[in-house]
């Protein structure tokens, strides 16, 4: 998958942390972002409080762009939360970044969410109509609004009391000076897991935010929870009874990362086995099983266990391309596709080459790597999806746009093959994919996952008029 | 292997570039400096020109970095050099950044250089006491005064005469306004291929770097050889008959991308039959292998082909890190590690674990993962390393430092098993090395190999005294 | 006046910009904003509309500092406000630079606002306990609040409407995508004029930003005004009718540009003349009048005119002072006051200097600046003021900050003599410093003036309580 | 005078500053250099020792710009030198910031310089021929490449040699990690101070830099002298007895800050009295009297004192003006004049005008301010210049380029007036600018100053073919 040069076919979400009672709370929540940066490369914040004061920085970039020389030295504090933000072409502005920080009648608080509100649209007329301004167009002010608005002084109380209004997925941090409350949307969409360091209490997006600072991983949120960690200790309640887990599937096909756990199956694992799924529903003849770095090697190295036919390093994602300001000819640009990512020449020359990727969105990507691999003298290039057609946008935080640029909304799986160029293709089912996830929950539908860009089914009430022109995240 | 934050136990090498006769020379040396990048993050220079004019720029950190916006705008011409240097503790200053660009009696040339002069300070210091003055540390200053005092009058044959003068590893692109004049040393120390693209020709340092402009690999600089190409063509010739081919042995073990090939074998292929050899050589019974990112991957793969034990992602490498400007509590520093690289704890708790890597230099890092490993919950872990015990410096560009830091200078292996606290451990034998590379020379030493760093058999003199203080590349 | 390095004595102010109908709106506000940028050093901001898209960007520090290559470029419109904020030490954010952006139920407003409303921190408590939620410490979000409170649907009558609600200094600037309002508080306390361009209509802080753009001066914007500049053209009417004009006469004397004229009257005209004025009233014998550059120079030199004593250049203001990074012992930080501030040791060596000041606040930089001249070799210093002893703080924009540290609300004019270590020190009256401003209105109290530092009489109702804890401008 | 945004009619020049025996030797030197800044704003640099170890920056830009957050930090040492260089539009490079550092046979140096050599380019084609490189285009490189090869191995021994074969304008400090090495041209063209703080020893291009710091003045270098400190104390001597003081008259005219001395003239008060000189030699009967800032205030101060016209401000300069990124219209491009100065219409308007200005070189930023003083309604307009007409080039470090683009040298003092469109226009006569200066000194020509520029006679040989390509300072 390409991100920042080649304009990625799915773009990454936002990531949260936050943690509390650890005298270097600011630091480690600094270390926290840098685990969850592949969630989000456009900008970084971090509020912390020492129980009077509040310390502030938010910054475009990554993580150590977003904190400059000197930034963080002046941080102190036992409570704090940070937010990494993805990466859109539109908003990319430092009033969008997270954590927002507000005054409002009960004193100061900040906010950082994951996700993306699906009646977002809807709230902001009404609270406009009430008088409300807004001065960013992200959810995360339209949730500080309806906490403001509560009749609750109480911070934990006001939080529950905004969360009746808010529709669509939310992983949520807030704190004041004393208190971090963490709430989860009834369904889940987004994970969300809890971590212990000595006395101190974190939370983060993925458990590899925990790795980073030493943490040890102790639950996961669950859907329609409302935690609320100060002095008096943990309160562990709800703010909703009606839940019904519906996590969203792709973080493990793809936004989440290897190292990380999510209700407690490792992402690498589940990956593999997708992988594995997908050799033995769609096996074929080849001398090479490649896969797109970096979210389908994973799968690749499954297939190729499944198959036995030799898993190679077959493509090669460069390390260190940034920001770049050159502005060549026509021919030159397209060479720029080479910036991110290589073919392995003496790999797949000559060879019939099985290439493994997670997903398809409009296909212009894999187009192109198909074709790289032919340049690079591919004799056949066999392309096997670890996942479904998606077929559907996604409102609950996944830039996957409108549902005319799916090019699964549209066409058949054959012609899906002829515009990408490749000499075979086949996807993942939809029952082979839970399966290999493994994850089993008679209670909940699909097994507590949501599947709706494959099944169209959503796990909420869409309004389709009002839910898209919202800023994700 | 750990870059910027750990301290590398290897540092990187330099990367040059350079083409003739295509419009967007600079653009495309642009591009290829990308590509080559992985040799080199510290600083990054073009020098190109139009047969009239001259175009410069050269700037601290990443390509990407050393290049803002409206940099590159500016440059035309037809003929272009690049440069991509490594990361070193004290002479990190622009000053030291090439290309270096130089006015003298016949006019004005810039120069672009990887590897080390083994003669650079006895060479200094007679130019010196000639009355030269030296405005850099750096060795390709030596070669442009060397070229300057030549009587030959033209680039090519002042270039040449330069040469006589000079010992040790030099990989070099020198150019005028008309001429560019590629030279490589008596050892071939360091590797350095030429490309076609339509009716340009290309010379980088490594393959991939065509790949990425869309040229075609021709063929290797040989050890000796001196090109020249202008609006004549292509002149072939040599500085010396007295070759010997040593091209260092860690390109194809640590250095080069695996992408690249060397000398027509690829080195990812060859880093998974190190693997293969070594798993042949040394076997052990375990759940699980995994290779540490990026470097070792390759060779994990071949280790778990030959065994059968299964593969997988066991080390994840943080893609995101920058310069960190974090202030931490020594507590928090030993966590810093965990910011470069994490353990997948699911893929290790409660396994035998077979940790591939590339070399030991220190033991240090080698240490550090030993131990995240553990943490993680590995119930053994068994470290193979795909090259033999580093027991002698470099001097010819590879900062191993002294004798007295490496390792396997004064320990043996069992004492190093020690020191990493690893269950156990086995490093490839040099037969097996050699044999895994494929590389078969009759007419040299080695198969034409330098592994004077495993041998102590140095291809070129070495004057202890002098080679040492010298800056690298 | 020192700026930047020493702490003033006097904080600057705002100045705010605005045009309407002119194809190059926004660059003339960039322009405008460069000729009011001694009313603010902090942070620039400009927002512009061509009728549907926005334009918004603000930066920290100079004009030319908050706008980097390229921010400007892609601004369009015929409409756009700007803003230059002030240097204050705690809120040097991003945040509360100006001009802010909303969204509200009527659509998008901006909102660019100099002076200081004495009610704010009541307001926002009211505005708080309505649910309404606050992301800066400025004045300007509680205004943006009220006129999205009102039950006017209209910018003019929304923004009339808001005004009913704020009490203390404003003089503002509110725009959508179609209007320009202007307004004034009912005191006029900070100044305000309005120019035209051709068809364009424009208003500034300041008439030297006029002369910058090339537009001729129209009349000031009077005490209670309410403007409105649309296609429909220009309406001129009242938000109150209970007004009396009690403008800033601090303006005149150390504030405004010596090229702007308020209320028709010239600023270096004026400060001439309360030289002039102060010579009548305290004459000494001396050798040499010198002024504290840059605001002290009119006054010196009217000083020097009517006493027959020589003008010289005694004091060299350093051009090219900016922020520092030196850390030096702290003998070397008290050299740092040379570094803004040099004595002319030829010019002063000697003889007995009158040292003309605009006003003395701590009375720290005016000992400072004695000292200095006694170490140039002055035989006498004797300071005259071309103002009365400020004795009360202000409350409509003027950082004053506390009654305590203002040195003549406790101390006679012989301690402050003593204190700042002068031979002789005179201040000018009341009724000398109205007489020479010129200014006659018999329709308001102090010819139209604001006296409140010197005579404590504010114009407005002041909540001792509430009032001083604002952020201003 | 204009400057970064209006084409400067006069380039500025360098500054030079060195200090031995201060344990603060480079922050005495930071501030040394911000008080010489107004002799350049292109770059900045400092080299230091502390006897052993070499801290060395240099940056582009102010002062403050070139030395960010960090970089003073490191500097330890009791010997330091520092240059400040002038703006020049073609070779804005970081390579030509001085001071320059050089290690050669004898060990170290580095070598900070203003002045111009009117023999480079014949001694770098004399050095090229010997071998030598050159990586700027500075005249330093030059003298230190004649350093490095005289025989002698001592520092004053080699610069005194080095010495012998350059011609030309040069105020040097060279120092080692022992020795500062202060030298001056045998013309004395450039003005170079000692002075003395304590125990240490300083020298700076002009007087304002020890106020700066606390020195006393000691005494002017005198034209061939060549002065050593170090350990053993002061040794000073001479390099030449072929010496005729000829300082640069335009130093006191334009360059220098007004609280400098040189040779014991105040330069203020040296202005003053061209300015009265001026009115008796050209007096006008008129209204007012203005300036054009900063250089030309002493001497309208002077005219006005003589005539009893009253002295106004009728120009202010913007103090805020940096670089800017503002791309209008042409219309809008003309206004950017206003950015820099702006006439103060009351001041002007319905008046007859003389404006002061110290020079005319081109004509164009004279005919600039006449035509914004009319627009401002000035009824007359009378251009009086407190300088002679600048007739011929400057060779020895003023950037007045060929003589093709000085107005006087090829157009009447009435066609001036008409290309300026002045109602009358009158310059100061020779004799009357060497009687205002007041040096009296019978053993050189002209009093001991440089008057070239008026006079065509020039102190040193010119070759008028080699001179000019020389890069100055």
Redesign the interface.
Same mark, same amino acid.
């Not at 406009?128 to 001065?135: L, N």
């Not at 790795?211 to 030493?214: A, E, M």
């Given at each position: 998958m390409f991100d920042r040069i080649i304009w990625d076919e799915l773009n990454e979400e936002c990531g949260v942390f936050g943690i509390y009672n650890h005298r270097?709370a600011p630091?480690?929540t600094?270390?926290g972002l840098?685990?969850l940066?592949?969630r989000g490369?456009e900008s970084a914040g971090i509020c912390a409080s020492d129980g009077e004061k509040w310390y502030k920085h938010r910054g475009m970039g990554?993580?150590?762009?977003a $904190?400059?020389?000197?930034?963080?030295?002046k941080f102190k504090g036992h409570i704090a939360i940070g937010h990494t933000r993805y990466t859109t072409a539109g908003s990319s502005k430092?009033e969008n970044a997270q954590p927002? $920080?507000?005054?409002?009648?009960q004193g100061s608080m900040a906010v950082a969410h994951n996700g993306n509100l699906v009646n977002a649209a809807l709230l %902001? &007329?009404e609270l406009?109509? &009430?008088?409300?301004? $807004?001065?960013t167009?992200s959810d995360t002010e339209v949730i500080?609004?309806l906490i403001?608005?509560s009749e609750r002084t109480d911070l934990p109380g006001a939080v529950k009391d905004a969360l009746q209004h808010i529709k669509g997925a939310y992983a949520l941090c807030v704190m004041n000076e004393r208190q971090l409350v963490i709430a989860l949307d009834p369904n889940g969409l987004r994970p969300l897991s809890l971590g212990r360091l000595g006395d101190a209490v974190c939370v983060a997006s993925e458990t590899?935010a925990f790795?980073?600072?030493?943490a040890e991983y102790w639950r996961d949120v669950q859907p329609g929870e409302l935690i609320v960690v100060d002095e008096n200790g943990i309160v562990e309640s709800t703010h909703t009874e009606k839940t019904q887990r519906s996590m969203c599937i792709f973080e493990y096909i793809y936004f989440a990362? !290897?190292?990380s756990?999510i209700d407690g199956i490792?992402v690498?694992?589940a990956r593999?086995r997708l992988g594995k799924q997908l050799a033995a529903e769609s096996a074929i003849d080849a001398d090479v099983i490649i896969g797109v770095p970096?979210s389908s090697?994973?799968a690749a190295?499954g297939f190729a266990?499944t198959t036995g036919i !030799?898993?190679?390093?077959g493509l090669?994602k460069? %390390?260190?391309?940034?920001?770049?300001?050159?502005? !060549?000819?026509q021919e030159?640009r397209e060479?720029?596709v080479?910036?991110k990512l290589?073919?392995?020449?003496?790999?797949v020359e000559g060879k019939r080459v099985v290439m493994i990727d997670d997903s398809i969105v409009r296909g212009t990507t894999s187009n192109r790597i198909v074709r790289m691999l032919r340049e690079?003298g591919a004799k056949e290039v066999h392309v096997r999806i670890s996942s479904p057609p998606v077929m559907n946008p996604c409102f609950y935080g996944i830039d996957t746009s409108t549902r005319d640029e799916l090019i699964a909304a549209t066409k058949s799986v054959e012609e899906i093959r002829q515009a990408i160029e490749a000499d075979s293709l086949a996807f993942l089912s939809v029952e082979g994919m839970q399966e290999a996830i493994g994850r089993k929950d008679s209670t909940a539908p699909n097994n507590g996952h949501c599947l709706a860009c494959f099944t169209g089914q959503y796990p909420t009430e869409i309004d389709f008029e009002e839910a898209l022109p919202a800023l994700k995240c």
């Open positions: 270097e630091q480690l600094y270390l840098h685990a940066q592949h490369q990554l993580v150590a762009e $904190f400059g020389k000197g930034d963080l030295e430092i927002l $920080f507000f005054r409002y009648a %902001r &007329k406009e109509a &009430k008088g409300s301004i $807004f001065q167009t500080a609004h403001a608005r590899c790795d980073i600072i030493g990362r !290897p190292d756990d490792n690498h694992m593999k970096d090697i994973s190295i266990e !030799p898993y190679e390093i090669i460069n %390390r260190y391309v940034g920001r770049t300001f050159i502005q !060549p000819s030159l060479r720029a080479h910036m290589s073919a392995v020449r003496k790999v690079a």
